[in-house]
């Protein structure tokens, strides 16, 4: 059986059991080089579901504004709500330069989001820009090895657009404008090498209602469509994943990141 190996200082680790399906292949090939990269979940709060900034919402919101202030925003503190976010998503949008402080920002933005609907997040083994090589054209024929049912274990690949989900664009009151529509809101187009464990059950559409949406999106969907050159796109897909793998002790894993004893790198 093809694996994954989750590395920790101490020299233990734990197994990521692999399915046969092309996508996998697809992953390992992009450990072939990730696995002389080091993680580094302590300092990225948004990828262990059970940090201080998920725990304490006021611990996010201060490092919200600490990376406000050290990139130099005129945002004056004030109550987080969606309106908020909007605006801070859309300076992000037109003053990201690379900058890593922009990146933790963003993030800072999306842990709020996160907070304020209640999601729970999964954990996450990321590597951001240091994979930008190792990204790929999502290959829409992947869907079929898609689920938007997950069970508590898996590993798996979804959606990681520097944007929005259409759904999520609707959902967060973003204006109901074609222009900014395809702007913001963006299809699965990238495969990007991050990979994702669920520590729960999930239903990845427990918190939507697309009846709502589609009536919503009816009016736009086939100039969003052609703007992205889609010839078929179902609302179901944009929260659907791809399973790469079952973790063989998805509760010690959970446990060490409650510990906060993190991994250091994933290897094939």
Known sequence: ?????????????????????????????????????????KNHPRDNPYSDEYSDQSA????????????????VEQPITQEFLNTLHKIYEKNYNGDSKWLEFHEAIHI??????????????????????????????WLQYSTTEIKKGTCYIRWQELGKRPYDYFYDSEPADINRLTELAKPWIYYKPNLFIET???????????????????????????????????PE???AVIPIGMVTDIE???????????PTRVTP
């Open 237 to 239: 897909e944009q929260y």
């Open 60 to 75: 996010n919101v201060q490092r919200l504004f600490k990376y406000a202030a050290l990139l130099n925003l005129n945002v």
């Open 112 to 141: 709020a989001e996160d907070n304020i609907r209640g999601r729970i997040p999964s954990i996450k083994l990321a590597y951001r820009e240091k994979a930008g090589l190792l990204e790929k054209t999502f290959n829409r024929s």
């Open 1 to 41: 059986m093809k694996k994954l190996k989750i590395l920790f200082d101490n020299l233990s680790d734990i197994d990521i059991n692999l399915y046969d399906n092309p996508v996998v292949d697809v992953v390992l090939d992009s450990f072939k080089f990730l696995k002389h990269v080091k993680l580094d979940v």
């Open 200 to 234: 729960y059950d999930k239903n990845m559409l427990g918190h939507t209602d697309l009846e709502k949406f589609n009536v919503w999106f009816k009016p736009f969907k086939d100039e969003w469509c052609q703007h992205w050159n889609l010839t078929d796109w179902k």
């Open 252 to 262: 010690l894993l959970a446990t060490r990141f409650k510990n906060k004893d993190f």
